[in-house]
């Protein structure tokens, strides 16, 4: 399969669509709890990419794409880490003997992709491999559907995938979490951060809202808080939920940004 560039244009599509996106209600459970599990294993994952130049949060989501967080399962692919992977790449790891530890097969499976130091992991960047790892198929072949690997359990996949190697099905919907949508949850609760961030536009002007814990009542004022929320996450390595909540945690970034609370939030006394 042809490999994508990473383009002007396609960076710029990452940026967008992860400053965009929103978890489905009805999934919102599960990703928080996938995302306590990578957590509960960041040791694990950091031992592992700091020491070939890989942020632990990119082997995280792989993990749970691949293994779906089994540590008995092969990052390749996720077949059993009891003998060398069978389907594509077959035959890893190529050195040692089954059966391989966990690391040593997360191990291989990076470097058989190239994965270090020298890769750009910025935002953007991150989105990319992220994409790669899975393949290209839905940008080539399928463009109407944004990949599940990265967007599944967001407002921006519905429905559309791979059932099998070259199989594909317009209803067939993916169950799992996102990678992008994962990492844009990481990032929402200042659990990771990215090496770069979009610069913010600098006609932006935010919309103040009163500081409340509860959605407001006049859609007016909910429209106001969710583009004071969009707003906010323009800025470098600031992300909050656009909820149309201006609660604790969307004063607290306005406060990062310009120095002082929303009005009536309790700890500006």
Known sequence: MAKVQFTENLKEEYEYLFN???IRPERADLVDQTVDSLLANQ??????????GVPWFFVAAIHNMESSLSFM????NGDPLTRRTIQVPAGRPKDGNPPFTWEQSAQDALSLR?????????????????????????????????????WCSSTHYTSGKYVADGTWSDTAVS????SAVLLRRMAENHQIEFTDQPKPDERAEPMIVSYSMKKPRNPAM????????????????????VDGIPGDRTSEAYRQ????YLPGDPRSA
């Open 257 to 260: 940004i310009t120095g002082s």
């Open 20 to 22: 965009t996106c929103l």
């Open 73 to 76: 399962k092969h990052l390749h």
């Open 175 to 178: 169950k799992q979490c996102g």
């Open 114 to 150: 190239g994965l270090g130091a020298g890769i750009d992991w910025s935002l953007a960047g991150t989105m990319y491999q992220l994409e790669g790892y899975n393949g290209w198929g839905y940008r080539l072949y399928h463009p109407h559907v944004l990949s599940p690997y990265l």
């Open 43 to 52: 040791a694990r994952y950091d031992a592992v990419g700091h020491s070939m």
């Open 222 to 241: 909910i429209s106001r808080a969710e583009d004071l929320q969009r707003w906010i996450n323009t800025f470098p390595g600031i992300f909050v939920k």
